[in-house]
């Protein structure tokens, strides 16, 4: 069967079938080949509905997952994102089609190398290797920022490169309990908003190096 088909079915059968209803992210997730960022071994389980391993010990998530977190971004079209955890690049890829800049931390070498790769036609992407625990304050701040790994408790610096107004969506919780969670910025206060359960792995930081 066809990569277009496989696609095709993806969005209709995880994603509109699960709830995603933001047009432009269903269109973003039809279009970006998500085979092209999975190892050339798992190719075939491209467009299965699961999380794929990328090495590591990291993973390309579930696409439902991609989709949830983005949508829940809200993007308009002219925000800069910061995305913490590029790991092969397909998420800042889906970024990149819905926002104006997306800035993509990843803390780990052949990550990063893997990922640039990936992301070479995307002219609005730059990818920094950095502790994504830090955030990257240069560029900040931020109108939306997505975590792609699980952190007990939101980064204190993470929250202060959000700007006013602005969505950070994080999975919250330890190895085995884990809560995707929205927080939103407004007149300096915070508000959270718990989604639903998820599993992702743990943030690699320098502070933080056994990733328990």
Same mark, same amino acid.
């Given at each position: 069967?066809?990569?277009v088909?496989?696609?095709?079915r993806?969005?209709?059968?995880?994603?509109i079938?699960?709830?995603?209803?933001?047009?432009?992210?269903?269109?973003?997730?039809?279009?970006?080949?998500?085979?092209?960022?999975?190892?050339?071994n798992?190719?075939?389980?491209a %467009?299965?509905?699961?999380?794929?391993p990328i090495?590591?010990?990291?993973?390309?998530?579930?696409? %439902?997952?991609?989709a949830?977190m983005?949508?829940k971004?809200?993007l308009?079209?002219?925000?800069k994102?910061?995305?913490?955890?590029?790991g092969s690049?397909y998420?800042?890829a889906?970024?990149?089609?819905?926002?104006? @800049?997306?800035?993509?931390?990843?803390?780990?070498s052949?990550?990063?190398?893997?990922a640039?790769?990936?992301? =070479?036609?995307?002219?609005n992407?730059?990818?920094k290797?950095?502790?994504g625990?830090?955030?990257l304050?240069?560029?900040s701040p931020?109108q939306?920022?997505?975590?792609?790994?699980?952190?007990?408790?939101?980064?204190?610096?993470?929250i202060?490169?959000?700007?006013?107004g602005g969505r950070?969506v994080i999975p919250?919780?330890?190895?085995f309990?884990?809560?995707?969670?929205v927080i939103?910025? @407004?007149?300096?206060?915070?508000? =959270?908003e718990?989604?639903?359960?998820?599993?992702f792995?743990p943030?690699?930081t320098?502070?933080?190096?056994?990733?328990s």
């Open positions: 069967m066809g990569k088909i496989l696609r095709r993806m969005v209709e059968e995880q994603l079938a699960r709830g995603i209803r933001d047009e432009r992210v269903l269109d973003a997730m039809s279009r970006i080949p998500r085979e092209e960022f999975v190892p050339k798992l190719v075939s389980s %467009y299965e509905d699961c999380p794929l090495g590591e010990g990291q993973t390309i998530s579930q696409p %439902y997952i991609v949830l983005v949508e971004l809200e308009k079209g002219d925000e994102v910061l995305e913490i955890g590029a690049g998420q800042a889906i970024l990149a089609s819905l926002c104006r @800049k997306v800035y993509t931390v990843e803390r780990i052949s990550l990063v190398k893997f640039a790769e990936n992301l =070479t036609r995307f002219d992407i730059i990818i290797e950095a502790d625990y830090s955030g304050r240069e560029f931020y939306g920022i997505v975590v792609a790994c699980a952190i007990s408790a939101p980064p204190r610096m993470l202060e490169q959000l700007d006013e950070l919250l919780g330890n190895r309990s884990q809560e995707l969670t939103k910025k @407004k007149k300096g206060r915070l508000k =959270t718990k989604v639903c359960g998820c599993v792995v943030l690699v320098g502070e933080n190096s056994d990733r």
